[in-house]
């Protein structure tokens, strides 16, 4: 895969335009809203930490929610780009239990290919993207513009923008230095981990995800080459002090009975902050918080991408509204928007990854799953395919800060 890496000079000639927005990481909540926002013609600014195509810890389960999304904002082509491919059937397993059902409208993609297409894309519609560049939201002035700091190695450089979307994932690290906006941990939080591992043995074939339930966690896997597996897991901070991914991943498998990857212990493995945290604050004066940064679902049912797009859309009126003119209920309004259509949506799989952490309860559910199949298949229809209402028209020339009355321009 080519790089998207800039030359040193380029931070120097961000720090001396004015963007109408600025973007903090390009996962797919900051990436598909700048795309969103550059094809209605606003000069736009996307920075990531990251060297692109950059590998993420996630389970690579595209919901038909997600979709939906993609085909709302008229980009189903990345799907292909990305070589996603169909998951038919989930196998959960538990100890030596195990069930298997129908998955409706799930596509595996490669996270490092699929981030990288919508970043590909959102710079054919004219957004400019610099990686490898990490950003710190300055403590502000209440003015008609917002600092931002961004470094690149040894270089730093202080850009301006009339609104900055932090979508930087769990860390929210482009907010440290701002009052209230510190993420509650939960002390019991588990932490993430995964790796992209060489496999091309028939125990985990194309088309299934199993998921296997332990003491300390559980890891997902798909198969998402002819080559390769996708390997994801939710695991106890504490159990990983005393052993290393690889092993701790292959005690889970083991102890369901469930065929390892043959290179699991050879594996660079990456990581996550601590996953449970809830955020008082997601907006301020001329900055909006999106996707993983304004609320995290924990990743059992493969609603995080969807989440994140959704709030990414939910995003564009207002950011249009802020950039014609800042109004402080804007703020309000945001924060209201997000509680009540995205993260109230995301109950049921709040309930879920509770559940899969009472082992008996657990185990309960996995046995009448088994014989009530059609329980399981409407769960994950409701949770992975239900409509999604509400949402503002996107593409070219499609939306207008005038064309939704609540989101009123001023000024
Ligand atoms: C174990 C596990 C399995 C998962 N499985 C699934 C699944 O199967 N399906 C699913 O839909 N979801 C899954 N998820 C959740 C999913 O990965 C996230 O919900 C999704 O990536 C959120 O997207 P985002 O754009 O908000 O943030 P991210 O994708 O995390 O992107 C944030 C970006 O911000 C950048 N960044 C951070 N700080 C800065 C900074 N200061 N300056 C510049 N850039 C910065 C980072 O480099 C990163 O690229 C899983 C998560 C975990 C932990």
């Known amino acids: 895969m080519r790089s998207l890496s800039v030359k040193d000079d380029a931070l120097n000639e961000v720090g001396s335009r004015t963007w109408d927005a600025l973007f903090v990481g390009a996962g797919p909540a900051g990436a598909l809203a700048a795309l969103n926002l550059a094809r209605l013609g606003h000069p736009v600014l996307l920075v990531d930490a990251k060297e692109f195509p950059r590998n993420k810890v996630c389970g690579g389960c595209l ?4 979709q939906a999304l993609l085909a709302h904002c008229g980009l189903t082509d990345i799907l292909s780009q990305c070589e ?4 038919d059937d989930l196998q959960m397993m538990h100890g030596r ?31 400019h993207f610099l990686s490898h560049t990490s950003a710190q939201v300055l403590k502000d002035d209440r003015g008609p513009l917002r600092h931002i700091q961004l470094k690149r190695g040894v270089h730093s450089v202080v850009a301006q923008a009339k609104v900055v979307l932090c979508a930087d994932g769990l860390s929210r690290s482009s907010l440290r230095s701002l009052d209230g906006f510190t993420s509650q941990v939960d002390q019991s939080s588990r932490v993430g981990i995964g790796a992209v591992v060489e496999d091309d043995g028939p125990a985990h074939p194309s088309g299934q995800l199993t998921m296997a339930v332990g003491r300390h966690g559980y890891v997902g896997i798909t198969r998402i080459s002819r080559q390769r597996l996708n390997v994801a897991a939710s695991v106890d901070a504490k159990a990983l002090a ?4 690889g092993e701790l991943v292959q005690e889970i498998l083991d102890a369901c009975g469930c065929s390892a990857p043959k290179s699991l212990l050879q594996q660079t493995w990456h990581g996550t902050p601590t996953l449970t945290r809830s955020n008082a604050r997601l907006a301020a004066h001329r900055l909006f918080v999106l996707g993983d940064a304004a609320g995290y679902v924990e990743p059992f049912t493969g609603e995080g991408m969807s989440l994140a797009m959704h709030t990414s ?11 014609a003119a800042w109004e402080d209920r804007l703020i309000r309004e945001w924060e ?18 509770r559940l899969v952490r009472m082992p008996r309860l657990a185990a309960l559910s996995l046995e009448v799953c088994r014989l009530a199949p059609s329980l399981p298949e409407s769960l994950s229809r409701h949770i992975n395919d239900r409509p999604i209402t509400g949402l503002p028209p996107m593409g070219p020339a499609s939306f207008s800060a005038d064309s939704a009355p609540h989101y009123r321009k001023t000024g």
């Not at 919901?63 to 997600?66: D, K, V």
């Not at 996603?84 to 998951?87: C, E, I, K, N, Y």
């Not at 005393?242 to 991914?245: A, K, L, M, W």
């Not at 859309?313 to 950039?323: E, N």
């Open 63 to 66: 919901n038909a929610r997600a």
């Open 84 to 87: 996603a491919t169909p998951v």
């Open 97 to 127: 239990r195990r069930a298997k059902w129908p998955l409706t409208g799930t596509l595996a993609v490669n996270r490092a290919e699929f981030d990288d297409a919508l970043v590909r894309k959102a710079m054919e519609f004219g957004v």
């Open 242 to 245: 005393s052993s290393t991914p």
């Open 313 to 323: 859309v939910l995003s564009v009126p207002f950011v249009q509204a802020a950039i």
């Open 336 to 353: 209201r928007s997000l509680k009540r259509k995205v993260l109230f949506e995301s109950w049921s799989c709040r309930q879920l990854s």
